[in-house]
């Protein structure tokens, strides 16, 4: 049973979703809790996987391996499970659970066909994070692109079509060049299998060598796009902010989709084991990183609504996992993985609370509301100043809220994203640092200490106007439906600085395991001579 437990996250929301189609709108009750079934049943595989991971099954190095048809590799469709893969899948699976818990009652009935759109995304998503070549890749690629065009457009309206139009023409260019990108490599290497590229690049021929460096950049730019790099990730605030609440929380883990991706393939094809090819790209993604940093630090500044502000974090925290994918080293892997989980974490906790806060979007943040402070006008004090003011349990219920909210956005403490940031920029300012750009590690460390600041700033200065400044604003209904996933995940959130040591642990598992391109191999195929190195 176990060895077919590998592809139940394909399996699940597949048949799941197809089962929603053909129930149709005639019982949306038993939609919805056919959804949340399978997310119940997602998480629960995905964390049996994580553990399987930790503990591989028959003394191996990766957590498992599934032939699909039982064709050999690399001739067939494989789905390769280790340790970073099954992090990606409880990350997606806890997503999906809250994400959909908080759009029964309301979002999810803006439109048609919410329900077996948010299964194939999520079947699109697993899959992305479990195939073990790139051509399956492609194909889950664009299942979970086509689920998030409906997504992205649900519930219809100008703002949202016109967002939702232009993300689809982006991603479309993206696909473009994800087939451009995979012909060039298929072309130079006769393989789309990871672990059989990993093994043919080191002796590909001098002269073709360029070639395959510019099937892999095109490639690159690809999920560059997805992970919103600079100058490509100009659609991402703008989209997200469109998006209905629930929908721009899934979409968190989307942008990290292309950095997993990018991580992935850099350590495994151009790693140290890659000959002439080793350390392909890493500078570039240095610096794309810090750009994309910088812009993201400019647009918080600058946004003026919550949903934009939370899709310029995530510039934020897109450029600062570039920048330490483009590191190469396996101790700032590790903090950059529990950053990622951290982060995708507390944006989706900032996207549902931004809904519960502006249902209709109409959150939008004045300018020179404050009245300027003026201790010398006896006039501005009057007795019904000191009068006792009540804040409402709701109020104060949405006002911790967004206090946790910024601090795991701005990565201070008592929350998670502090100690990831700790675990990620402690090393790179080590005397054994070797960043690809010399001095790379000083300024990347002053740029995310300086994000943190200007994500303070911004969080802070909304903060101010929504609860704060205009006393005739009238929050809405706090729902227990809407308010409890939000909660759950700051919760978690929590939780991870609680029991840092494990999680931490873990993640230096899952370094050391992707910096090594033998373990891969040697796992998909092991009577390969790359697989027999020592």
């Known amino acids: 049973m176990s060895a077919h437990l590998l592809i139940a996250p394909i399996v699940i929301p597949l048949l799941v979703g197809a089962l929603q189609l053909l129930i149709g709108d005639r019982r949306p009750g038993v939609k919805s809790a056919l959804g949340l079934v399978s997310c119940v049943a997602l998480l629960a595989t995905s964390i049996a996987l994580l553990v399987m991971a930790a503990d591989p099954p028959g003394g191996g190095q990766l957590g498992g391996v599934y032939r699909i048809g039982d064709w050999p590799t690399p001739f067939g469709i494989v789905l390769v499970l280790d340790r970073l893969s099954a992090v990606m899948l409880t990350l997606t699976a806890v997503l999906g659970l809250t994400t959909l818990q908080f759009s029964l009652r309301r979002w999810a009935r803006l439109g048609p066909h919410f329900h077996p759109l948010f299964q194939f995304l999520l079947m699109g998503l697993n899959g992305a994070f479990l195939t073990g070549d790139l051509f399956n890749l492609f194909v889950f690629f664009e299942v979970l692109l086509a689920a998030s065009y409906g997504l992205a457009m649900h519930g219809s309206g100008p703002k ?66 997805k992970a919103a790099m600079w100058p490509l990730g100009f659609w991402l605030p703008r989209t997200y902010d469109a998006a209905a609440p629930p929908v721009a929380a899934m979409f968190a883990i989307m942008t990290k989709l292309g950095i997993y991706v990018l991580l992935r393939l850099s350590l495994l094809l151009f790693g140290d084991e890659a000959g002439p090819s080793a350390g392909f790209g890493e500078r570039w993604l240095m610096v794309g990183g810090a750009a994309t940093l910088i812009v993201g630090m400019i647009g918080m500044l600058a946004a003026k609504d919550l949903g934009r502000i939370a899709g310029y974090s995530l510039l934020v925290s897109a450029g600062t996992l570039l920048a330490a994918v483009g590191f190469d080293d396996p101790a700032v892997t590790a903090g950059a993985l529990f950053y990622l989980v951290a982060s995708t974490l507390g944006a989706a906790a900032f996207f549902l609370l931004a809904g519960v806060i502006a249902p209709d979007g109409d959150d939008e943040i004045e300018d020179q509301v404050l009245e300027a402070y003026n201790p010398t006008n006896a006039p501005l004090f009057t007795e019904e100043d000191e009068t006792i003011v009540l804040i409402s349990a709701p109020t104060a219920v949405l006002s911790a809220a967004f206090l946790a909210c910024t601090l795991m956005v701005a990565g201070l403490p008592p929350f998670s994203g502090f100690l990831a940031k700790f675990a990620m920029l402690a090393p790179m300012i080590s005397p054994q640092a070797a960043p690809a750009i010399p001095g790379g590690g000083v300024a990347l460390f002053a740029l995310i200490i300086l994000s943190s600041l200007c994500s303070l700033i911004a969080m802070v200065r909304a903060g101010i106007q929504i609860f704060w400044a205009d006393p005739d604003r009238n929050l809405p209904t706090v729902r227990l439906y809407e308010i409890a996933p939000v909660l759950g995940l700051l919760g978690l959130c929590l939780l991870l600085t609680v029991v840092a040591q494990g999680p931490m642990s873990y993640m230096r598992g899952v370094a050391d395991q992707i910096h090594s391109a033998t373990i891969y191999v040697s796992g998909v195929l092991p009577d390969t001579s790359l697989g027999r190195r020592p």
């Open 160 to 225: 949202r079509v016109g967002a939702g139009l232009h993300y689809i023409v982006i991603n479309l260019a993206a696909s473009m060049l994800f087939l451009i990108g995979v012909s060039l490599i298929f072309g130079v290497t006769g393989t789309l299998n990871m672990a059989a590229l990993a093994e043919r690049i080191p002796a590909v021929p001098e002269n073709t060598r360029n070639l395959l460096h510019a099937g892999a950049a095109i490639l690159g730019v690809a999920f560059l796009v």
